[in-house]
């Protein structure tokens, strides 16, 4: 079974959502669909109804955290609803209004309370704040976390390695060499795959992103591994089973994954 661990499903158009998830359907892609805020959380569930493999996730990304910081209780019954909590965290880098960034905070802080309290897997956003996202990462004891599109400094990047945080690796490592370094850094066993979709191939390139394109950065991490495709998306596969566990929340869920005669 193939992983994308970071996309965005509700931000396909109805005409080529459909196509979407028969992609997802026909190459047996389990999607994990990040939300950005309640609207999102709520289309997601509805593509979540549509396909099997389809998990949606509720967050508040940083970029809307100042329209959310004073209405936190709002998002109590999301935060509790949802398996894991993404797309969440910081971002000093595309927001460049220092005037934001305590909203950021505060919101993120809210969301790795509840992660703590509730025993919750994160996806995280940490665009030029590598080094507070790490630090909030300790304060708060955060142990399961999905670092999306890591892009910062290495010295960041071990401390994180070291704590044993997951990273998703996207279409961007058949781009940019840096993201080379990255992925050569990284242990295989704290490898998921990723496409973002359907923005991230959009920032790359232009064109929206399709869920196929995962095997893309499947071939492209076997290759930089030495390994065959095959056991990459083996190896995705039991790095994902790891760090969820013995969760037993999610045995229903993950059952219901890995059963292709279930429909839909």
């Known amino acids: 079974m193939l992983i994308d661990a970071h996309a965005h499903l509700d931000l396909y158009t109805d005409d080529i959502l459909e196509s979407a998830l028969e992609e997802i359907k026909g190459h047996e892609i389990f999607t994990i669909s990040n939300s950005m805020d309640p609207a999102s959380y709520r289309r997601n569930l509805e593509i ?6 389809v998990l949606p996730t509720f967050g508040v990304h940083p ?3 100042p ?8 998002l109590t019954g999301a935060v509790e609803q949802s398996l894991m909590l993404g797309e969440i965290g910081l971002d000093h880098q595309f927001v460049e ?4 960034y305590p909203a950021q905070r505060e ?3 809210f969301f790795l309370t509840a992660a703590k309290e509730q025993d919750k897997i994160v996806n995280l956003h940490t665009k030029g704040a590598e080094q507070e996202t790490f630090k909030l990462l300790r304060q708060y004891d955060i142990q399961r976390a999905i670092v999306h599109w890591y892009s910062g400094p290495l010295d960041i990047l071990r401390e994180l390695k070291d704590r044993g945080i997951y990273f998703t690796v996207g279409l961007e490592v058949l781009h940019s060499d840096d993201i080379k370094t990255i992925v050569r850094e990284l242990p295989t066993e704290l490898l998921l795959t990723e496409t973002d979709n359907p923005g991230g191939l959009e920032w790359l390139t232009g064109v929206p992103g399709m869920p196929r394109m995962v095997t893309e950065v499947v071939e492209a991490l076997a ?6 495709a095959q056991e990459m998306v083996q190896a995705v596969q039991s790095n994902f ?4 566990g013995d969760d037993s929340r999610w045995s229903e869920v993950y059952t219901r ?6 429909s839909p």
């Open 48 to 53: 979540g109804q549509m396909s099997r493999l």
């Open 63 to 65: 970029w809307k955290a």
């Open 67 to 74: 329209e959310y910081v004073q209405r936190l209780q709002e």
């Open 97 to 100: 209004d220092t005037r934001q």
């Open 107 to 109: 919101v993120f802080e």
């Open 223 to 228: 290759k930089l591994r030495g390994i065959t």
């Open 241 to 244: 089973e790891r760090l969820i």
């Open 257 to 262: 994954i890995l059963n292709k005669n279930q």
